[in-house]
């Protein structure tokens, strides 16, 4: 099975359960935003494109593997995560967030698929929101 059939079967299989996106408490009025690894963290080049990420998981496992993860590197982030029923519940979300950065930071946010196992950093399994995508 090449790339693209990995990356649909995974899309397909997403679209038929729950979504979960992590959450930082902003510490202000706007309660929570998702959160964000910033190119830093992702370790991107200067030449190559920059971006903050969303993971988007499927199962309440991989979401707490993941929260544990970042809160062992970032401990007194207040850390949680939010259920959605699908993906056009999320993308309006992402399109919003991404017009936010973007005046901001000057830096598009991508929000992708992945998956989490035990011990390890979450892998990306398809592109599910790319800004750059959608202008080409």
Request: aromatic share 14%; hydrophobic share 40%; net charge negative.
């Amino acid at each position: 099975m090449n790339l693209g059939e990995r990356q649909a079967r995974a899309l397909m299989g997403a679209a038929r359960v729950s979504l979960y996106v992590m959450t930082v408490d902003t510490g202000d009025e706007d309660g929570t935003t998702y959160y964000t690894e910033s190119p830093e963290e992702q370790a991107l080049k200067d030449t190559e494109p920059q971006y903050y990420l969303v993971r988007v998981f499927t199962t309440l496992e991989e979401i707490y593997l993941y929260r544990d993860a970042v809160a062992a590197i970032y401990p007194k982030m207040e850390l949680n995560f939010e259920k959605y029923p699908d993906f056009e519940t999320l993308w309006p979300r992402f399109a919003s967030m991404d017009v936010t950065y973007q005046k901001t930071f000057h830096i598009p946010v991508k929000a992708v698929l992945s998956e989490m196992l035990d011990g390890t950093w979450p892998k990306t399994v398809a592109t599910i929101f790319d800004p750059g995508q959608l202008r080409n």
